[in-house]
């Protein structure tokens, strides 16, 4: 990425890229124990990129290839989300929505929790131009309804939206973040007194609700260079019956068990499994990693996420999620692949369906993953709530 001197970058920074911590924020930063040698640390050693000499080639080779593959061939098959859906509290007491990439609304023990939220068009600071949606949210904000506390695991574009956190902050919601982006919250209008900014380990209550900042192994920025002064985080989230975990983006590392043995069992996992490649192979996830960080963690569902709705790695589009399937199938990990807006209670977690073979752009012989023998449907050959093949 394209690398500017200070005072240049602070004279083109827009309201988007957010701002940096200062005052009381900065001191407590630099007395974390995670932040060393002026910048926040990864729990393992990490590099941002792959540890090669031909970056460029790589990075060429690997966007050039079957871009077609990246996106749809047609229309994303969405449940749209109506607010009666969400009237009736879950009978279970834990109901979850995926709402596509990382965003998520659980319901859980009378309480709304909404991690990653962004529904803007773009995951960028600009409005024409960055990665567009391959579809839209199942739901507008505005018909969501009630929100306790936005959970945010880093201040990247996709996970971090301007635009939605204004309007959640109009609604009087709670913000739980990792230390240092309260200072891009506080920069857009958000009280103080509404934000919870949290060092990993580190818990609030709020609502009722145990919060916990927990190791991850990724980066932080919204400009040009990654910004040494903001962390990252997964997430735990507990309340008096049920427990749930957000991976936010991630590489893998050894810490998800320590996560599993310290705050867990979940009876659900929200793990990153797609935007992987080979050429950032420690800040993220491949659908394999993905699966066995679940188990690490003491997973009782995985709910795989950050596919689907932004194109941002060379991988096919439908990639990460059959293998995932396949790799919880391999592994025995129980899994749930729900259509985008589709609410499930993971108490009776609905089958698992191959609803997304009917728009992938697969040409003949493209290696499928999952199951082995079973004939993907035809396409367009899907109803509003029976798409694809059961597994």
Same mark, same amino acid.
């Given at each position: 990425m394209l690398e500017l001197p200070g005072d240049a970058w602070r004279r083109i920074r827009t309201e988007p890229f957010g701002t940096e911590p200062t005052g009381a924020r900065l001191e407590r930063i630099r007395n974390s124990p995670n932040f060393r040698g002026g910048a926040f640390r990864n729990p393992v050693p990490t590099s941002r990129l792959a540890r090669t000499r031909n970056r460029l080639e790589l990075n060429r080779g690997q966007f050039a290839a079957s871009r077609h593959r990246r996106a749809p061939a047609a229309a994303v098959p969405l449940h749209r989300l109506l607010p009666i859906e969400l009237a009736e509290p879950p009978g279970s007491g834990l109901r979850t929505t995926w709402l596509g990439h990382a965003t998520v609304l659980v319901e859980i023990d009378g309480r709304r929790v909404l991690f990653d939220p962004v529904w803007s068009e773009r995951c960028s600071p600009f409005g024409w131009t960055g990665p567009k949606r391959l579809h839209p949210m199942p739901i507008p904000l505005a018909e969501l309804g009630p929100v306790d506390v936005v959970v945010i695991s880093h201040d990247h574009y996709d996970h971090l939206d301007l635009a939605t956190v204004r309007a959640l902050d109009a609604a009087g919601t709670t913000f739980a973040v990792p230390l240092g982006i309260g200072a891009h919250l506080e920069h857009w209008g958000v009280a103080p007194s509404r934000i919870a900014e949290l060092d990993w380990w580190e818990s609030a209550e709020v609502a009722g609700l145990t919060l916990t900042a927990t190791p991850a192994r990724h980066y932080c920025n919204r400009g040009p260079r990654n910004n040494p002064l903001v962390l990252w985080a997964s997430w735990v989230v507990a309340?008096?019956?049920?427990?749930?975990?957000?991976?936010?983006?991630?590489?893998?590392?050894?810490?998800?068990?320590?996560?599993?043995?310290?705050?867990?069992?979940?009876?659900?996992?929200?793990?990153?499994?797609?935007?992987?490649?080979?050429?950032?192979?420690? !800040?993220?996830?491949?659908?394999?990693? @993905?699966? *066995?960080?679940?188990?690490?963690?003491? =997973?009782?569902?995985?709910? #795989?996420?950050?596919?689907?709705?932004?194109?941002?790695?060379?991988?096919?589009?439908?990639?990460?999620?059959?293998?995932? !399937?396949?790799?919880?199938?391999?592994? @025995?990990? *129980?899994?749930?692949?729900?259509?985008? =807006?589709?609410?499930?209670? #993971?108490?009776?977690?609905?089958?698992?369906?191959?609803?997304?073979?009917a728009v992938a752009a697969m040409p003949r012989g493209a290696e499928l993953f999952v199951p082995q023998g079973v004939a993907a449907p035809t396409r367009p050959a899907h109803r509003a709530e029976d798409d694809g093949v059961t597994v």
């Open positions: 309340g008096p019956e049920h427990r749930v975990f957000h991976s936010g983006d991630t590489g893998y590392f050894p810490g998800f068990a320590e996560i599993g043995g310290r705050l867990g069992p979940f009876d659900l996992t929200m793990v990153q499994i797609g935007a992987y490649s080979d050429l950032w192979p420690e !800040v993220h996830m491949t659908p394999e990693e @993905g699966v *066995r960080a679940h188990l690490d963690l003491g =997973g009782e569902l995985l709910l #795989p996420i950050h596919w689907c709705t932004f194109n941002l790695a060379p991988h096919p589009w439908e990639e990460p999620a059959e293998r995932t !399937v396949s790799a919880a199938q391999a592994l @025995g990990a *129980r899994v749930v692949v729900p259509r985008p =807006g589709k609410p499930f209670e #993971p108490a009776e977690p609905p089958p698992v369906r191959l609803w997304w073979r």
